[in-house]
């Protein structure tokens, strides 16, 4: 299944991190990542929203962060999900060490 992360990045130092570490649990699980932490600095914001916008579509599921809701960009990409009816699903630890 190719999954798309979504949550802050704006604001957030540590958003690479954050967003690599639920990358690589979904990859174990054997999902295709679209990870927009990936994306290089310095583009304009509307630039940023095309290419996540872009991400998004071409995913079976858009998985969103804890911190979804302070973010203006994945509040965004959750009602563009909910218009569309994408699947969406909460990202969250799963005890024994689950993820989604």
Same mark, same amino acid.
């Given at each position: 299944?190719? $999954?798309? $992360?979504a949550g802050k990045i704006? #604001? ?9 570490? /639920? /990358? ?9 990542? =679209?990870? %927009? /932490? ?12 095309? $290419? ?6 071409? /995913?079976? =599921?858009?998985?969103?962060? %804890? ?26 630890? $799963?005890?024994? #060490?689950?993820?989604?």
């Amino acid at each position: 299944m190719k $999954i798309y $992360i979504a949550g802050k990045i704006t #604001g957030d130092n540590n958003y690479r991190a954050k967003f690599q570490e /639920a /990358a690589e649990k979904l990859e174990v699980l054997g999902h295709v990542v =679209l990870n %927009p /932490a990936i994306l290089p600095a310095g583009l304009e914001e509307p630039d940023y929203m095309q $290419i996540t916008l872009a991400m998004l579509n071409a /995913a079976d =599921l858009a998985v969103f962060l %804890p911190d979804y809701q302070e973010s203006a960009g994945a509040m965004i990409e959750w009602a563009w999900c909910k218009r569309t009816g994408k699947d969406r699903a909460l990202y969250m630890e $799963i005890k024994g #060490g689950g993820t989604l």
